[in-house]
């Protein structure tokens, strides 16, 4: 039987130097396709669960797994691997400022290797998807802050990755652009089937999109609202009025395979 499991964890627990631990006896499994917010006060450990899961921080005991393979005995390179089906957004952006934004997004798929060629299209396409076609060229710091957050979500979208994570990425958006940049997310999880934890302390935001919440408080993790009918999830997933993300989406999937056949 084919395990359904994006991420586990067992009785994870995680500190910093010899400190107090930030997270304790922490265990989940949570199933490919799935998507989820992250809540709880500053310090609460919300960040250094997400940086758990990206393998930035590993566990001071416990067991994590990651499609399936216990990653505290990986290697470097095992890691690099694992990383490639993954993304993370941030709340600063992390965009570079010596380049532009199509090399900002072209970037993850330099690393892997992908013929220019495809690349062109790919980071055109996905420009465009989002709302930046006419900012190919632009640098980064002329972008408004709420355009700035959507190139660092398409370089993270470009790799069609399996597991997004999103640090608190609406924090510094006025609720316009909170709401176009989770439509987005929502397209990226229905259509290209991605495992998505969003971090946030925007009560109206999960309060408008009711995903179930995984929330950290007391360096414990508890789920709430993980029981969805069936008219909720139909209600939650609702569709950004913009350019066609759909049909973008279903373009940015098959230039995905062709690059994945290449």
Excluded at 86 to 93: C, H, P
Excluded at 209 to 224: Q, R
Excluded at 225 to 243: R, V, Y
């Amino acid at each position: 039987m084919e395990d359904n499991t994006a991420i586990s964890f067992a009785n994870v627990g995680a500190r910093y130097d010899k400190s107090r631990e930030v997270l304790s006896d922490v265990s989940f499994n949570i199933s490919n396709g799935s998507f989820y917010f992250l809540s709880g006060a500053s310090g609460a450990g919300k960040t250094t669960l997400l940086r758990l899961i990206y393998q930035l921080h590993k566990p001071s005991r416990g067991q994590i797994k990651l499609f399936g393979h216990i990653t505290n005995d990986m290697t470097r390179d095992d890691i690099a691997n694992l990383r490639h089906k993954m993304a993370i957004v941030f709340q600063e952006y992390s965009l570079l400022s010596h380049m532009s934004v199509f090399d900002n997004i072209a970037l993850p798929l330099r690393v892997r290797g992908i013929p220019e060629a495809k690349i062109k299209k790919l980071v055109s396409k996905t420009l465009e998807w989002v709302g930046l076609g006419k900012y190919a060229d632009a640098n980064p710091k002329s972008l408004s802050g709420g355009q700035q957050q959507r190139v660092s979500v398409a370089r993270a979208i470009i790799i069609q990755p399996a597991i997004l994570l999103a640090d608190e990425p609406t924090g510094n958006l006025d609720d316009e652009n909170a709401s176009r940049l989770m439509e987005l997310f929502i397209q990226m999880n229905k259509i290209f089937g991605t495992t998505i934890i969003l971090a946030t302390h925007s009560t109206k935001l999960m309060e408008t999109y009711k995903f179930p919440i995984i929330h950290v408080e007391n360096h414990k993790v508890s789920f709430l609202g993980d029981n969805k009918t069936k008219k909720e999830e139909t209600e939650t997933k609702k569709i950004w009025k913009g350019p066609k993300p759909q049909n973008y989406f279903s373009e940015l999937s098959k230039q995905f395979e062709d690059i994945g056949n290449a």
